[in-house]
């Protein structure tokens, strides 16, 4: 019973893998951060890697109505954040650090609470520059914090105030 449990952990690892590094973008220390009850939005963070030149252009999950690709800056003294108009830059070889006060993908108008330990899906779309889209689907786990090394212990709120 646990040797079959661990053999299909092992197997949607290796579905993961495959499917993450298909499309020559490669997604690692993927998380979402854990919402509570009543709370509106909330950030995923990754690292992308892309071999060739793309642009992530869109993003969706199906636990948020609305999706977007944000950038943070500091507009007299205050953090904002906005959405990338045009879609976030990915060039090659080159990694790019989605992370909390730094690009971050937002998750509004959440259907739901996510709870910690649980797994969201997030659809990736990619556009190549001939004009080729490539579309990624990931499962991401949900956490209150980071469970990988980061530069920025910047907390991200719900409420989008900078701390
Ligand atoms: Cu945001």
Not at 114 to 129: G, N, W
Request: charged share 15%; net charge positive.
């Amino acid at each position: 019973m646990s040797l079959f449990k661990k053999c299909g952990w092992f197997l949607a690892f290796l579905l993961l893998s495959a499917l993450a590094n298909a499309q020559n973008v490669s997604v690692s220390n993927a998380w979402a951060r854990a919402s509570v009850k009543g709370q509106n939005a909330t950030g995923v963070f990754m690292s992308l890697k892309a071999s060739s030149n793309t642009k992530l252009i869109a993003v969706s999950s199906s636990v948020a109505k609305v999706s977007e690709v944000h950038q943070m800056s500091m507009d007299n003294n205050v953090m904002k954040m906005t959405a990338l108009p045009n879609g976030l830059d990915l060039g090659a070889g080159s990694v790019v650090e989605l992370k909390p006060g730094s690009y971050h993908i937002m998750l509004m108008d959440l259907k739901k609470t996510l709870e910690k330990d649980t797994q969201i899906d997030v659809h990736l779309t990619f556009q190549d520059p001939a004009g080729k889209k490539t579309q990624m689907e990931l499962k991401v786990p949900v956490l209150l914090q980071p469970a990988f090394a980061e530069g920025s212990g910047m907390v991200h709120g719900a409420d989008h105030h900078h701390h």
